[in-house]
């Protein structure tokens, strides 16, 4: 496994629930489409796909599905029928990797743990790209959003944040590991101190 992968294991596990399922739609618009990388375009496409999340709240995203998708240049809906394979790696293009960093620094700007989806949106907005510009021209400006997400939370209060997070996120991913290496240290300790007389 690779530094990268465990880095970006540990990210995932810091997206609400609407947040993850706007990945797996992302993947998927991205596989219908036979399009690898995943980019920006299908970022946003992704998030246009569940009627009950916050970004639906705050953007009105899936009621614009279909003007969203022909501003970006993808066809409403997948051009392909091929089954999705969720065994097939689709990796993110720089910009959408930059989105999803930029969406990390709008969770730490609104003090939450959690990574929503009106996260995503605004990462997309953060930076210069193709479809935050195309965003920008449709109407959609980075401080309405966030004052409409900071509305939302407090009418719609998110999880709350665990205790120790990344203690708690290290906990789940590794506790075997950890469970291992604590019963080593024991042993060890029992060999240093030797036989009990």
């Known amino acids: ?5 465990v880095i970006m294991g540990l ?10 399922r706007a990945i797996y739609f992302t993947r998927l618009e991205a596989q219908m489409r036979g399009e690898a990388p995943i980019s920006v375009a299908h970022l946003l496409a992704g998030l246009t796909w ?6 639906e709240r705050v953007a009105g ?8 998708h022909g ?43 959690w990574i929503d989806t009106d996260h995503v949106l605004r990462g997309i907005l953060r930076f210069q790209n193709a479809t935050g510009e195309a965003l920008e021209k449709a109407g959609f400006e980075l401080d309405q959003l966030r004052m409409a997400s900071d509305k939302d939370r407090k009418e719609n209060p ?16 590794y506790k075997y590991w950890i469970y291992a290496a604590v019963f080593l240290l024991l042993l060890a300790l029992l060999i240093w101190m030797g036989p009990v007389k």
């Open 71 to 113: 501003i970006v240049g993808l066809p409403h809906f997948p051009t392909t029928a091929s089954p999705y394979d969720s065994k097939t790696d689709l990796p993110l293009n720089d910009d959408a990797k930059k989105t999803l960093a930029y969406a990390a620094e709008e969770a730490e700007r609104d003090r939450q743990f």
């Open 50 to 55: 569940d009627s009950d999340t916050r970004v």
């Open 1 to 5: 496994m690779r530094a990268t992968d």
């Open 11 to 20: 990210m995932f596990k810091r997206y609400t629930e609407p947040a993850r």
């Open 61 to 68: 995203l899936r009621s614009r599905s279909a003007e969203l």
């Open 158 to 173: 998110p999880q709350k944040s665990p205790a120790f997070p990344l203690l708690r996120v290290l906990r789940l991913r």
